[in-house]
């Protein structure tokens, strides 16, 4: 067996999905805010978003974190046997046969919520560096594989202009998912420099005709936070 390390930079998107149903601090109540008026959604936001930076956020009892590559904004992508300090082997997005994942993974925890949760949905972009890690044959058969949500299949347009939340994970691979000949590698390191960082604040509805639930957004748009990109990611 020979130990190897895929070594990828590029442009990243970290997505952090809260449910707020259990958040009860001593000094933070949602029953103190009126959300039908607009100042007091906006400072709602504004003060669950500084929770999140406090790490408050990740205590609560359902939370989801998906990290996400660009497939069009990778800048470097090497294969190196041993270790990530020895000379690498130059690859690109075409080196992967794409596993394709469903969209709606991510966001799974919605149908487990109650009717009327309020969700907390905080975007990074920025420029991330990972280092994928493992022991494969000497001479490994079969494809490199990486996970990839493929809206185009899962995701109707109807499904796709309602639920704009899902355009936070469409079309962009997932490293964490990422095999070689069969044999997953585990996340050895990951460096992330947000560039751009929103929020926004959901709702969960149910359709009354198939009783599946959704995330609708509280009328105010997405809070930006941190902007120091030259673009939109």
Same mark, same amino acid.
């Given at each position: 067996?020979?130990?190897?390390?895929?070594?990828?930079?590029?442009?990243?998107?970290?997505?952090?999905?809260?449910?707020?149903?259990?958040?009860?601090?001593?000094?933070?109540?949602?029953?103190?805010?009126?959300?039908?008026?607009?100042?007091?959604?906006?400072?709602? !936001?504004?003060? %669950?978003?500084?929770?999140?930076?406090?790490?408050?956020?990740?205590?609560?009892?359902?939370?989801?974190?998906?990290?996400?590559?660009?497939?069009?904004?990778?800048?470097?992508?090497?294969?190196?046997?041993?270790?990530?300090?020895?000379?690498?082997?130059?690859?690109?997005?075409?080196?992967?046969?794409?596993?394709?994942?469903?969209?709606?993974?991510?966001?799974?925890? !919605?149908?487990?919520?109650?009717?009327?949760?309020?969700?907390?949905?905080?975007?990074?972009?920025?420029?991330?560096?990972?280092?994928?890690?493992?022991? !494969?044959?000497?001479?490994?058969?079969?494809?490199?594989?990486?996970?990839?949500?493929?809206?185009?299949?899962?995701?109707?347009?109807?499904?796709?202009?309602?639920?704009?939340?899902?355009?936070?994970?469409?079309?962009?691979?997932?490293?964490?998912?990422?095999? %070689?000949?069969?044999?997953?590698?585990?996340?050895?390191?990951?460096?992330?420099?947000?560039?751009?960082?929103?929020?926004?604040?959901?709702? %969960? %509805?149910?359709?009354?005709?198939?009783?599946?639930?959704?995330?609708?957004?509280?009328?105010?748009?997405?809070?930006?936070?941190?902007?120091?990109?030259?673009?939109?990611?």
């Amino acid at each position: 067996m020979n130990e190897i390390t895929i070594h990828i930079e590029g442009q990243t998107r970290l997505v952090a999905l809260y449910n707020l149903s259990s958040l009860d601090t001593e000094s933070f109540r949602t029953e103190e805010y009126d959300l039908s008026d607009h100042g007091d959604l906006l400072r709602f !936001v504004e003060e %669950v978003n500084a929770l999140a930076e406090e790490g408050e956020l990740d205590a609560l009892e359902d939370v989801r974190v998906v990290l996400a590559l660009d497939p069009e904004g990778i800048e470097e992508l090497t294969l190196h046997r041993g270790t990530p300090q020895e000379a690498g082997e130059p690859l690109d997005s075409e080196s992967f046969v794409l596993d394709n994942l469903s969209p709606y993974a991510p966001f799974e925890m !919605v149908q487990r919520a109650e009717v009327g949760d309020l969700f907390y949905l905080r975007s990074e972009s920025g420029r991330g560096i990972w280092d994928l890690a493992g022991e !494969v044959p000497e001479e490994p058969e079969g494809p490199m594989e990486i996970g990839y949500y493929d809206c185009t299949e899962d995701l109707d347009i109807y499904d796709a202009l309602r639920e704009s939340y899902y355009d936070f994970v469409c079309d962009t691979m997932v490293p964490e998912r990422l095999k %070689v000949a069969g044999t997953p590698l585990s996340l050895d390191r990951f460096d992330f420099e947000p560039a751009q960082i929103s929020g926004a604040l959901y709702r %969960v %509805v149910e359709d009354p005709e198939n009783g599946l639930k959704s995330l609708e957004r509280l009328p105010v748009p997405p809070r930006l936070f941190l902007d120091e990109s030259e673009e939109e990611f």
